[in-house]
């Protein structure tokens, strides 16, 4: 076997990204890169040859490995020798350090430092580095910086306008939710399923079954799991006024659109049928009809 400085950057880049899912690989490739000194930029390294975005290309990779791997503080780590070593981040450096920094039981500073390097970078304004951003402070709860890297978006794409919708439902700005999905000038499943869920864990079922029914009528794409799972537990816990019809009529659009009742489903319905005068027994003989055994959901269905 070959000494490990004897592997080329381009060499040991092609096996990372090819064993990119495997921790074993990575770890060796890791040493070898570190062996042959390829995770320097200095012009006195052997990398003098080597185009310097090729060795962002090798850090990238290696932090989104480790990240996969849910060791975020490698991940961090990385970023810190990476700058150490004089080798400048690009824009697909930062989605994957900020999705670790919001995976910290402390994320704040991290996550800020961060977005303080894009802007020094210059790559703040690039869509993905955007929707990390919004994900990371929607999470945090900090609306307002979330608001205000959604503002700085000259013309936000339909997946960004959807990241500055799941920060307004999870912090329960429900005004400028609906504000914003209304000045969309195009939505798709996930748009309509945010808002419906949205209302739904802020406690507004009717609401959210209102945004159900639109968009069943005038929906871009059909709902999908989430959007089921988001309005059966609505019509679950909505007071009186039909609760039971509404959800009847969710099911029998599942039974006529959905050639798969899934298992989130299943429990959605089992969990509103429950609820709803007893009917669990009818959606238990529809599970085991579809096949679908041994689900968590059983434990539900044997409790009513």
Partial sequence: MPPPHSYSPEFLLQ????????????RQIHSFLITGGHLFSHRSTPLSNFPQRKITLLYNNLIKAHLHFGQKHKAL???AFMLSRQTRPDAHTFPSLVKAAGALSSPSFAGHSLHGQA????????????????????????????????????????????????????NGDLGSL????????????????????????????REAIGFFRDMIVYGDGK?????YVGVLSSCANVEKGGAIYLGKQVHGYIIKNEAVLTVFMGTALIDFYGKRWGFAADVRREMLDAGIRKVPAYSLIDSF
């Fill in 119 to 170: 802007l020094r970078r210059g790559v703040s304004s690039d869509p993905f580095v955007q929707t990390s951003l919004l994900g990371f402070y929607s999470k945090l709860g900090d609306l307002f910086s979330a608001r205000k890297v959604f503002e700085e978006i000259l013309c936000p794409c339909v997946v960004e306008c959807n990241a500055m919708l799941d920060a307004f439902a999870k």
């Fill in 223 to 227: 709902p999908n799991e989430a959007t």
């Fill in 178 to 205: 609906v504000l914003l999905f209304e000045g969309m000038g195009k939505r798709d499943v996930v748009s309509w399923t945010t808002v419906i869920n949205g209302f739904s864990r802020n406690g507004n079922l």
């Fill in 77 to 79: 780590c990385l970023f």
């Fill in 15 to 26: 096996l990372l990204q090819r064993f990119i899912n495997r921790r074993a690989q990575v």
